[in-house]
């Protein structure tokens, strides 16, 4: 993500380096190559132009600490500029009514219905909302099958009416039906096009005026760049939108769309689609995004990734069997689970700072796992609950029934007992001052 773009910045700082004071002819340079960057990442050029004009004028209005170099305070600036560029702070969805009612607009393939879905799983999870899905889009012949199915998968229900093509009257229903069944969300799916025309907008338009929705959230697909931003004023002349989901942020190197549109349609930035997954549905935070664009990763993120997959409970009971070394295969897969359940592998690494460069030419497989849960799953009950067991002929099974070979069941096994002494000491404190001992740095 926006992996171009923040190799290109820091070049540009690099011009800097060494430098004594910004002055107005130092700066020149640099500037001219953040602007370049931004064209390059497809950013609006009017847009490029008022960003480097606002950080010149911070830049040279600042005195430059005798401990700070000028690079290190030209990329405060830039972030601050970039985190305002992007909206300067997250906005809320307004769903306080009962029952809230939110209209998605977008073109077709831009992940309009996928998005309907992830969204009402985060509303479901995280504000306790009882959504339904409103199965709006009555052209595209598959559009009704998707939305049931992805309904049936985060366990919310989807409004149909078999043979209704008018998606006004469908709209209007939905919305009776929330209020008649205790619904407290309502979440209405529109058809698409290829391409903006009359015939949508106007229909689009008729969907509002009937259901007057809480919020309407345009979905574009970050990828297409400028086109994505000059959809986006298209379809905010004529809706007035509330707010922007962007979705396959995860795949856009160069973004320009994320950079644009909260400056072209003065219009935020309310969620980014991160991935595949219904839980790849994050809230923007422009701060963050200014963090990872300059390398900084976005430890706030992945910190309350990992706090939503927290449960206090089996976080004691874990606690207690790994001091007792009674820590087993299967908390080491209940683990890996709680991991997975986090998101995508490369995206969490990049979330750790300075990372994202390290890991910008390494592929990260999403079943990076796959190997040591078949490994595991070759297992009796017993032999995860007793690793001790696992003897010369039992590894042989596990290696044949899990499509491995002896070696990697050795290796798992091996990196198995040393996390779990490792695990313990750190439990016991005590050993703490042994463990210390036995490092390299700690042995005098």
Known sequence: MF??????????????KGQGKITEINIAETLKDVRRALLDADVNYKTAKTFTEGVKAKALGEDVLNAVQPGQMMVKIVHDELAQLMGGESVDINIKNNPAIILMAGLQGSGKTTHAGKLAYLLKNKKGKKPLLVAGDVYRPAAIKQLQVLGEQIGVSVYTEEGNNDPVKLAKDGVK???????????????????????????????????????????????????AVNTAKEFNDRLNFDGVILTKLDGDTRGGAALSIRSVVEKPIKFVGMGEKMEALDVFHPSR?????????????????????????????????????????????????????????????????????????????????????????????????????LNGSRRKRIAIGSGTNIQ?????????????????????????????????????
């Open 289 to 389: 995004m200014a963090d990872r664009i300059l390398g900084m990763g976005d430890i706030v993120s992945l910190v309350e990734r990992a706090q939503e997959q927290y449960d206090v409970d089996e976080a004691r009971k874990l606690q207690k069997k790994i001091a007792k070394n009674q820590f087993s295969f299967n908390d080491f897969l209940s683990q890996i689970q709680q991991i997975k359940k986090m998101g995508n592998l490369k995206d969490l690494a990049g979330m750790i700072p300075g990372m994202g460069k390290a890991l910008k030419n390494m592929d990260f497989d999403d079943d990076a796992f796959q190997g040591i849960e078949a490994i595991i799953y070759s297992m009796t009950p017993q032999e995860r609950e007793n690793p001790e067991v």
């Open 3 to 16: 992996d171009n773009l923040s190799e290109k910045l820091e070049r540009s700082f690099k011009l800097l």
């Open 408 to 444: 990697e069941v050795n290796r798992l096994i091996k990196q198995f007992d040393d996390t779990r002494k490792v695990m313990r000491m750190m439990t016991q404190g005590k050993n703490m001052g042994r463990m210390m001992q036995n490092m390299p740095f700690g042995k005098r």
């Open 177 to 227: 039906h929330a209020k008649a069944n205790g619904f407290d969300l309502v979440i209405v799916d529109t058809a698409g096009r290829l391409a903006i025309d009359e015939q949508m907008m106007n229909e689009i338009a008729a969907i509002k005026k009937a259901v007057t929705p809480d919020e309407i959230l345009f979905v574009v697909d970050a990828m297409t760049g400028q086109d």
